[in-house]
């Protein structure tokens, strides 16, 4: 039997905050034999960064680790430093999650993929110039890149192309064991299949072991032999990958599984994983009046140049009572800024945007007016809330600026619309006080506040963990199916769009190429950028996978 | 918490509650609080002086010291050339250094408080014609302008108070509109817009608080400055000659001599008055700046 490449055996890791001691891992025992790879999947704060960060002592001195970390059969926790310097990186490395943040702006990436290789050159003995140059050229093709490439800054690259500088930094050395920290966070679904496509590949063709982490099952899935799932601390269920997806057996497993659902899947259909029921469909659910409508709207920007760039360019979409629309698209594809003008927060170049059949005014006591009747839901909660106010000042916000009478009653209305129950127990809470989702309610509430017809939520589940993704879907249909409130979510997730859409319009380059009822566009798609979507998820869609078995 | 609590009542509890762990951060810092403490102090003597001090020792005809005598046992710091006490000279120019200063510094605070928000809330050309006339103030020399403005207006505190605050604003308007900017550029903000919020709201609500702490801090660095400026004109002689001020004294001693007779008894105690009180305004300064601004906290 050979030694297997990682072990983890009873690993417990302990951060000191303040006075008191968080157990951040507890007893965790994982095994990786060479060339393996294996997936840790887990929401944040579950400590799977913590354990994979471990692996290479990459923690900080307030953590305390006990137990065997054992990397080809040597302990990592009681090597010297000078031991562990040349073990970082020759022998294992790491791609860190957040290639913007992880590489360095004001250099060129040729010289910060070249840095290992002069810090651990792999003879023992310092490169020639020349060599290092010709060892970056071959780990830029590697990963799809033209050598040329090394020349340019990061801000000159796509975030696709960042990551995969990332991973060649990682190759360059040759290492046993590359640990890959969300490596495809914040990357469309398009770039994302690629850059995992080239871990997959390069991992195989060089006997590399992996250890891959993500909150995303799926994502694991399509790359890892086995996943790992950690909640609190602990690996709560270990196994092979198509055995975990396929019938996971702990709860929070069955959890992250139904979170990110599959697209053709008819159980998910209407059914974001949520733990309340949801309400019945309303019985003669007929085509409702349509509420919000664009026609032939057109946005452009100037860019630095003085280039015109249309981030929207031509666009027809209508909204109606009673339905949901998906908007997706990829960032940069212009739904954020359509979103933007539909509110009137941004004028548009030509087109009109009508409300119940009405040109929306441009301001004044008309817009203002306006703004009951449409409101917005923002990606990130966390941001989109004054800090300093309570919960009760942020919800009260709206009705406070329209003047409506009796705000107590509607805030607590509000509150109890968006599932904060009972109100008083949230309404002096502040922001920092409440986790991601609860969050998000707030904002919802605050939205709810003004009583409008139309939700324009953009991105309203992409920074909240998945347990909490089901739930706010959930609320997004239970509002639709008890009060009619109807709904346009921007997002690139096609997932959420099969979990409580009506309809749906994808958007690329500014403009829609689809639009349709969900089971035409996502089920039988006629544009080839569709397809591609389609094509790029990570978990494939049902009729995909009933055709390969 | 009972159901029964008001919202605003909630929120004054809450503000309770911060305004104690603003005071706890401050406190905990030993130089900051050692200036708060002596800067209260130096108030109080400025505010009871008329209680415990004859406002006669500053009248040149009933002073009773022989002129320019060295500090004696009558005289603790000596006298001036007209037999004054300088050691009252310099308490009592605390109560007009002092007023200067506070006032100057906010109509300067004020001032720029309102061109920085309006410059970087607004945009366009509002900004930019905002921040042409911002740089033309600070491009000029204050002190310059200061002393033009004193020399056309009537002689008199006021005057003094007017020419630092029309001078001293610009590095104020600089600093609120930047953090303006930061505070704008947050979603929440967007919020506000998307539920119909006007300027007034967005100002009012949520760009307001969050610039009032920098400005605060902003402000007692600012208190410093103006009690130097104030010192200056007076000093050049375009300050209001009718009430005692730490740079009058110091002119007096070089125009009637008192410097070339080597009499530095009438020098040193008021330049060191004026060393003092900056140093204990900076000192609170830079303890409210460490408070709210977290990139300085270690």
């Not at chain 1, 259909?269 to 664009?294: D, K, Q, V, Y």
Request: charged residues 20%; proline residues 6%; neutral net charge.
């Amino acid at each position: 039997m050979t030694t297997p490449l990682l072990q983890l055996t009873d690993l417990n890791v302990t951060y000191e905050v303040g006075d008191k001691e968080v157990l951040a891992v507890r007893g965790v025992d994982l095994t990786l034999d060479p060339g393996g790879t294996l997936g840790v999947a887990g929401e944040s704060g579950s400590g799977k960064s913590t354990v994979a960060m471990s692996v290479l002592r990459l923690l900080p001195r307030t953590a305390k680790i006990t137990g065997e970390i054992l990397l080809d059969g040597e302990d990592v926790t009681a090597m010297k430093w000078g031991r562990l310097r040349a073990v970082r990186w020759a022998e294992a490395s790491v791609v860190f999650q957040g290639a913007m943040h992880a590489l360095n702006p004001v250099r060129k990436i040729g010289e910060q993929i070249a840095e290992p290789l002069r810090l651990h050159p792999p003879s023992g003995k310092a490169l020639t110039d020349d060599q290092v140059d010709a060892r970056v050229a071959e780990l830029l093709t590697q990963v799809d890149l033209p050598p040329s490439r090394a020349g340019a800054y990061p801000h000159e690259l796509s975030g696709g192309q960042k990551q995969r500088v990332m991973i060649a930094m990682a190759l360059a050395c040759s290492p046993r064991l590359i640990i890959a920290d969300e490596p495809t966070t914040a990357l469309d679904v398009i770039v994302q299949a690629q850059v995992l496509a080239l871990l997959s590949k390069l991992v195989a063709e060089q006997h590399i072991g992996l250890v891959m982490i993500s909150h995303d099952l799926s994502v694991l899935a399509a790359t890892c032999e086995r996943i790992a799932v950690m909640y609190d601390g602990q690996i709560v269920e270990e196994g092979p990958s198509a055995e975990v997806m396929g019938s996971p057996q702990h709860d929070h497993t069955r959890a992250l599984a139904a979170a990110f659902p599959t697209v053709g899947d008819p159980v998910s259909r209407f059914a974001p994983a949520t733990a309340g029921p949801l309400p019945p469909e309303p019985s003669g659910r007929e085509a409702g009046e349509p509420l919000l409508a664009a026609e032939n709207l057109r946005v452009s920007f100037r860019d630095r140049t003085g280039k015109r760039i249309n981030a929207v360019a031509g666009v027809d979409l209508t909204v109606s009572r009673d339905e949901i629309v998906a908007l997706v698209g990829q960032s940069g594809s212009g739904k954020t800024t359509l979103a933007r003008t539909l509110l009137g927060l941004q004028k548009p170049d030509s087109g009109v945007v009508r409300y119940a059949g009405n040109p929306v005014p441009t301001g004044g006591a008309g817009l203002k007016a306006y703004r009951r009747q449409v409101q917005l839901v923002l990606q990130d909660p966390t941001s989109a809330l004054n800090p300093a106010h309570t919960v009760y000042e942020a919800v009260a916000e709206g009705p406070r600026i329209h003047k409506l009478a009796d705000e107590r009653a509607v805030v607590h209305r509000a509150l109890e619309a968006a599932e904060l129950r009972p109100a008083e127990k949230f309404a002096d809470r502040l922001p920092h006080q409440l986790s991601g989702g609860q969050r998000q309610r707030v904002v919802i509430a605050g939205a709810l506040a003004l009583e409008p017809s139309v939700v324009v939520a953009d991105e309203p589940v992409a920074s909240l963990d998945a347990s909490v993704r089901g739930e706010i879907l959930a609320l997004l249909l239970r509002l639709r199916r008890e009060f009619g409130l109807a709904a346009l979510v921007i997002t690139h997730d096609l997932g959420l769009a099969w979990n409580i859409a009506d309809r749906v319009a994808v958007m690329y380059r500014g403009e829609l190429v689809e639009t349709g009822t969900v089971e035409q566009v996502l089920l039988d798609p006629r544009h080839e950028y569709t397809k591609s979507l389609l094509a790029a998820l990570p978990g494939g869609t049902a009729q995909h996978r009933a055709v390969e078995t | 918490m009972t159901t029964a609590e008001t919202p605003r009542q909630i929120a004054w509890s809450r503000r309770r509650a911060s305004l104690i762990r603003t005071w706890r951060e401050f406190s905990g810092q030993r130089a900051a609080l050692a200036g708060l403490v002596l800067l209260g102090a130096t108030v109080l003597v400025a505010l009871l002086l008329p209680l415990i001090s004859d406002e006669d020792g500053l009248n040149v005809t009933k002073a009773t010291g022989q002129p320019l005598s060295p500090p004696n046992a009558d005289f603790w710091l000596g006298t001036d050339n007209f037999g004054r006490s300088v050691l009252l000279l310099t308490v009592w120019g605390t109560r007009i250094s002092l007023l200067v200063g506070f006032s100057a510094a906010l109509l300067s605070v004020v001032i720029g408080t309102l061109i920085g928000i309006a410059a970087a809330h607004f945009g366009g050309w509002v900004s930019a014609t905002l921040l042409r006339f911002t740089d033309f103030f600070l491009v000029l020399p204050s002190l310059i302008l200061a002393i033009a403005l004193s020399a056309v207006l009537p002689k008199g505190v006021g005057t003094i108070i007017l020419a630092i605050g029309l001078t001293a604003w610009p590095s104020t308007a600089r600093l609120v509109r930047a953090q303006t900017l930061t505070i704008e550029s947050r979603p929440y903000i967007e919020r506000a817009h998307a539920l119909g919020g006007g300027h007034l709201h967005i100002i009012g609500r949520h760009v307001l608080p969050g610039v009032m702490p920098l400005v605060l801090a902003n402000t007692t660095l600012v208190v410093g400055n103006a009690v130097i400026a104030d010192a200056t004109l007076s000093f050049l002689g375009v300050g209001d000659p009718n009430s005692i001020t730490w740079g009058l004294v110091l002119e007096n001693a070089l125009n009637n001599g008192a410097i070339s007779r080597g009499a530095w008894w009438n020098v040193l105690p008021p330049g060191i008055a004026i060393v003092l009180v900056v140093l204990f305004f900076t000192l609170v300064g830079r303890g409210l700046e460490t408070v709210f601004n977290p990139r300085l906290k270690k």
